[in-house]
């Protein structure tokens, strides 16, 4: 069976790249065997391709590797990248093996990793290689000899100091030597796609008055007290609350907010019969609550379509956002 072709890299300036070892005395000629696995009920066809779809299923931010050779810059996303270890600050990345990059990191090596920011599909594109059209050049900002690419959300220089066998790719295993980071959001890739996570959680609350009012009109009220949980994440999301009285804190990975009077919990997690809260929602003092429970709220989207239309074009949006 013929090898297939070997993965496309971005190169700055034109030139080859010099091949070298394996690194650190790895050694790749004896390989243990490889055993078939059992594909899961209802899969079926080529276990690679249902393999590929599995790992596809794991979410992940999308990276740029770039180290440099004599005046040539060479680049490759990839979103096989881990940290592991604080003390000392240790980093992991997996390249193919037929890649152009994996030849040029041996023992000693600098490697610099740029964790890409939501708009910057192109430019990871662009390193796969996949140029489109409008894609600006990218820039570069050089950290202990590294280019490192700029616009980044995070960016680390490690040098290589071992490598392991890892089947059809290396393992390259980094000692971090510079970190940095900034604010944004990250790309994210998941389902053979890119992702967006999307902070703006309203969707009800984006409807007009004369369409919310006859939902909120089938809640009951629901009175908390000065610290007393309202919401946990995982438990079952299938009520929608309104603030009527007080403020309560919200808090969840990364973001802490505090909403008041007129605002809306629960929006995203009441359309999704088997998902759970994703925030812990506590009382800051009294607060009084209007609770809609998911079945109120079906029997107001089936005595109104409109209501239901302008909420499917809500989410449509939330859609587009991701594209």
Not at 106 to 121: C, I, M, N
């Amino acid at each position: 069976m013929q090898d297939p072709a070997a993965p496309q890299e971005f190169e700055v300036a034109i030139g080859s790249a010099m091949a070298a070892p394996e690194a650190f005395g790895a050694s790749f000629e004896a390989t243990p065997p490889v055993h078939e696995f059992e594909l899961g009920e209802g899969l079926e066809g080529d276990p690679a391709i249902a393999f590929r779809r599995t790992l596809g299923m794991f979410a992940t931010g999308v990276t740029v590797l770039t180290t440099r050779a004599a005046e040539q810059v060479h680049g490759m996303t990839a979103n096989a990248f881990m940290s592991v270890s604080m003390s000392p600050p240790l980093v992991l990345v997996s390249i193919d093996r037929r890649a152009r990059m994996g030849a040029m990191m041996h023992e000693g090596t600098r490697f610099g990793v740029s964790v890409l920011e939501a708009k910057q599909k192109g430019l990871s594109d662009r390193f796969a290689g996949r140029i489109s059209l409008g894609v600006p050049e990218p820039t570069f900002a050089v950290v202990h000899e590294t280019p490192l690419v700029e616009g980044a959300l995070a960016h680390l220089v490690a040098r290589v100091m071992r490598s392991y066998w890892g089947g059809d790719h290396s393992l390259f295993l980094g000692q971090v030597e510079f970190a940095r980071y900034g604010e944004g959001r990250p790309l994210l890739f998941h389902g053979g796609r890119y992702e967006r996570l999307i902070e703006d959680t309203r969707v009800f609350s984006l409807l007009p008055s004369e369409l919310l009012d006859p939902i909120l009109a089938l809640g009951s009220e629901r009175s908390y007290h000065e610290g007393e949980s309202i919401m946990r994440t995982g438990e079952p999301g299938d009520e929608l609350m309104l603030v009527l009285e007080g403020a309560v804190r919200v808090r969840r990975p990364g973001r802490e907010v505090t909403l008041g009077v007129g605002e809306l919990i629960g929006e995203i997690e009441v359309l999704y019969p088997d998902g759970g809260r994703v925030a812990d929602v506590t009382a800051e003092g009294p607060v009084r609550c209007l609770v809609v429970s998911r079945e109120s709220l079906v029997v107001a989207l089936e005595a109104d379509p409109r209501a239901a239309i302008a909420l499917v074009e809500v989410l449509a949006a939330r859609f587009r956002e991701t594209v």
